[in-house]
């Protein structure tokens, strides 16, 4: 059981930078039909995911400041990793000496930012506090806050995170798919995302086109128009391949949601679920797979000093 489960902390974090690899070359297009393997490079997605995981294992747990000066560091050594127009300019009021908690994006948008960049960073904080549900709302939250604060993405976020506890929590055999989507919707709060989760149920008793599932859970750059069809792509498959492949094949943010699907998928099946050919190409795999591991032991000394 404990090495299923440190398989699942190397499988989710793997597999963000897959899911990530795989769509940054069709981001922005219409529905993809042809994808079959991974570009060189990850993107903000998986570098601001490493920069969560990092902060993690540094402070034993969350820390606000920390993580948030982790995520300028990050983006000042490689600024060239295709970050969205928000946090490069979060950043520079950071530097700049401002250091709100959980509010600067509001200077760009009124009532802050709704983008899916809270979740797209989230899976460590889904790893980390997988048996703790309170932890994980709170957590996430935060670390989404530092860049990201509308309520649409703090929810978003939290999601994301739970669907990835979830993932490390389930049978890699035998996924219950309702069973799966009723633990999530108890921790979802009312609202946006409680009722994409409805239509989550209502759509994996059908057949849905591709073109379908775009119109109702959406494919966009927003929190509430990408992690509900993260959710969908990896429910629909039986496997890490068949989902990060469906969740590109939707087109839009393919970056995002494929690297969102991933971090649920790889949760759940283990770093042995992905295909090997796809796990030699990741770029820094043995960073990341060490990032993994120490993220386990710190849930191990969690665990132990309960």
Not at 101 to 120: E, K, V
Not at 243 to 271: E, H, K, N, P
Not at 282 to 302: S, T
């Amino acid at each position: 059981m404990m090495e299923q489960k440190r398989s699942k902390f190397i499988g989710s974090l793997i597999g963000t930078a897959i899911g990530d690899s795989l769509g940054a070359r069709f981001e922005g297009a219409p529905v993809i039909r042809d994808v079959n393997d991974i570009g060189p490079r990850y993107t903000d997605d998986t570098a601001m995911m490493i920069g969560v995981a990092e902060s993690l294992i540094d402070r034993k747990g969350f820390d606000y400041w920390h993580m948030a000066e982790r995520f300028v560091q990050n983006y000042e050594r490689e600024p060239w990793r295709r970050y969205g127009s928000g946090p490069p300019r979060i950043f520079r009021m950071m530097q700049s000496g401002r250091m709100g908690f959980g509010m600067l994006d509001r200077d760009l948008y009124p009532g802050g930012s709704f983008g899916n960049g809270g979740a797209m960073r989230v899976g460590p904080v889904g790893l980390l506090y997988y048996d703790d549900p309170g932890s994980i709302r709170e957590i996430a939250y935060h670390t989404a806050g530092i860049t990201h604060s509308h309520e649409l993405a703090l929810d978003g976020a939290a999601v994301q995170a739970c669907a990835v506890a979830l993932a490390v929590l389930a049978d890699p055999g035998d996924i219950k798919s309702k069973e799966f989507l009723g633990a999530l919707r108890m921790f979802t709060k009312p609202g946006p995302y409680q009722e994409k989760l409805k239509l989550i149920i209502k759509l994996l008793d059908e057949n849905p086109s591709i073109k379908e599932i775009v119109n109702v859970l959406g494919n966009g750059i927003e929190a509430l128009r990408s992690v509900p069809a993260a959710i969908y792509s990896f429910l629909s498959t039986p496997d890490f391949e068949s989902a990060v492949l469906y969740a590109v094949s939707l087109g839009g943010d393919t970056d995002t949601i494929g690297a969102m699907t991933g971090a649920i998928s790889g949760a759940c099946y283990g770093v042995e679920g992905i295909p090997a050919q796809w796990r030699g190409k990741v770029e820094n795999r043995q960073y990341i797979e060490g990032l993994a591991m120490n993220l386990w032991e710190v849930k191990e000394n969690m665990n132990v000093a309960r």
